[in-house]
């Protein structure tokens, strides 16, 4: 059975960080490519970041130099460092595995970003 498992959301001030991480397990995660999305109310969900097998990355515009993601294949794990947050960067945040034609979602964890 598959399962990705996000943590690492909350509540933060603008201009704090976190770090959000998902744990997968019942794939072979280092063929994979991992990707973060998110979806704020109202709104469709969008990719923020993406990174493959190969550790190639890339991002969304509007967090470039902000958030940063990385995988450790040991541990089965991908994370997402977001730095300099703003209150547009609320929304519920989904972790993605990706092959082929396989994908897969985790539940979502909330990231609220408000003084």
């Known amino acids: 059975q598959v399962q990705l498992v996000e943590s690492g959301g909350g509540l933060v001030q603008p201009g704090g960080s976190l770090r959000l991480s998902c744990a997968a397990s019942?794939?072979?995660?280092?063929?994979?490519?991992m990707g973060w999305y998110r979806q704020a109310p109202g709104k469709q969900r969008e990719l923020v970041a993406q990174?493959?097998?190969?550790?190639?990355?890339k991002y969304a515009d509007s967090v470039k130099g902000r958030f940063t993601i990385s995988r450790d294949n040991a541990k089965n794990t991908v994370y997402l460092q977001m730095n300099s947050l703003k209150p547009e960067d609320t929304a519920v945040y989904y972790c993605?595995?990706?092959?082929?034609?396989?994908?897969?979602w985790g539940q979502g964890t909330q990231v609220t970003v408000s003084s």
């Open positions: 019942g794939i072979s995660f280092s063929i994979y490519a």
């Open positions: 990174i493959t097998s190969y550790h190639s990355t």
């Open positions: 993605n595995a990706g092959w082929l034609q396989y994908d897969y």
